[in-house]
């Protein structure tokens, strides 16, 4: 292998380095919006919560109906998170399964890469 074609092979390993790295970086970017929003969805869920509760507290016309009103409201509020804990369960199997296949193809590059490189010399 001549010098030439040394430093070609170097210089596109290292392009598709930067390449694999900027993927990984757009990957990772993508996965962190997705779960910012649920979080946010989960804050929005507590927020309606403490809406509901103060309304209660200053609209309810004694101690049991206060009372009441605040059970069925925990109520609501644990089984809307039960749902938002399973969309975020399903958004990180995305996630794992995005990652796996990210690294799958990339190794499979690396690894033709290498052997191009180790043939060639």
Do not use: C, P
């Not at 927020?47 to 605040?70: I, P, V, W």
């Amino acid at each position: 292998m001549s010098t030439n074609e040394t430093f070609k092979t170097f210089n596109d390993m290292t392009t598709k380095g930067m390449d694999r790295m900027t993927s990984l970086g757009e990957l990772n970017v993508s996965i962190f919006e997705r779960l910012a929003s649920r979080q946010m969805d989960a804050l929005n869920l507590y927020m309606d919560h403490s809406m509901r509760l103060m309304t209660l507290a200053t609209e309810s016309k004694g101690y049991n109906e206060f009372f009441k009103g605040q059970v069925e409201a925990t109520k609501a509020l644990t089984e809307r998170m039960m749902d938002e804990s399973k969309a975020t369960m399903q958004v990180l199997g995305e996630t794992r399964e995005e990652y796996r296949t990210w690294l799958e193809k990339n190794m499979a590059e690396i690894s033709a890469d290498v052997r191009k490189g180790v043939a060639a010399s």
